[in-house]
Antibody
Framework: QVQLVESGGGVVQPEKSLTLSCTAS????????MHWVRQAPGKGLEWVAV????????YYADSVKGRFTISKDDSRSTLYLQMNSVTVDDTGLYFC???????????????WGQGTLVTVSS | SYVLTQPPSVSVAPGQTATITCGGK??????VHWYQQRPGQAPVLVVY???DRPSGIPERFSGSNSGNTATLSIRGVEVGDEADYYC???????????FGIGTKVTVL
């Protein structure tokens, strides 16, 4: 079925690195703009990063710019988030999400994964 | 950066209408999307482009957007509608996607 499955979360020490993956199935991955969104424990949703369908544009929230890198591998139908120099403020549930309309960066997000939990702790 | 303002909570009796507002400067010129998040679950899109519903979303959910306020209305509220609701827009000048803080809907 059509789904997104995140993986790679876990406990990581401050200032270390972690890479999250989001594997798509049931649909053609390459034409879609993809996002990462996170949610700190008990808090609201925070957009993290976006990658355009062709990889030509990548945008980041100010809180992660310069530390996180979003990428995709269409051959593997997989989205990635490389997280460097993590801090305790990066703790949370990380979701990947797909836009509703192919190619459109301002389209709503109609498919979400269940999330992978990242805990930054010494 | 662009700011979206939502009330933290809304309480409504079963069968009544819940109204959730999302304020932002000239938000009427943007496309607003609304997401429902039940406890322990991933968000679900309930309204996109101000007023359109994805397939499978009941007609009880409706949206509007004008001036400085977008609104999500849930008509005939049911216990199953208890959730957090988030508005979201794309802010072109900053190339950022913005969420409101979320509104917790409680069915009394």
């Amino acid at each position: 079925q059509v789904q997104l499955v995140e993986s790679g979360g876990g406990v990581v020490q401050p200032e270390k690195s972690l890479t999250l993956s989001c594997t798509a199935s049931g649909f053609s991955f390459s034409p879609y703009v993809m996002h990462w969104v996170r949610q700190a424990p008990g808090k609201g949703l925070e957009w993290v990063a976006v990658i355009f369908f062709d990889g030509s544009q990548k945008y980041y929230a100010d809180s992660v710019k310069g530390r996180f890198t979003i990428s995709k591998d269409d051959s593997r139908s997989t989205l990635y988030l490389q997280m460097n120099s993590v801090t305790v403020d990066d703790t949370g549930l990380y979701f990947c999400a797909r836009v509703r309309e192919k190619h459109f960066y301002d389209s709503a997000w109609d498919l979400w994964g269940q999330g992978t939990l990242v805990t930054v702790s010494s | 950066s662009y700011v979206l303002t939502q009330p933290p909570s809304v309480s409504v009796a079963p069968g009544q209408t819940a109204t959730i507002t999302c304020g932002g400067k000239n938000i009427g010129s943007k496309s607003v999307h609304w997401y429902q998040q039940r406890p322990g679950q991933a968000p679900v899109l309930v309204v996109y482009d101000d007023k359109d519903r994805p397939s499978g979303i009941p007609e009880r959910f409706s949206g509007s957007n004008s001036g400085n306020t977008a609104t999500l209305s849930i008509r005939g509220v049911e216990v199953g509608d208890e959730a957090d609701y988030y508005c979201q827009v794309w802010d072109d000048p900053s190339s950022h996607y913005v969420f409101g803080i979320g509104t917790k809907v409680t069915v009394l």
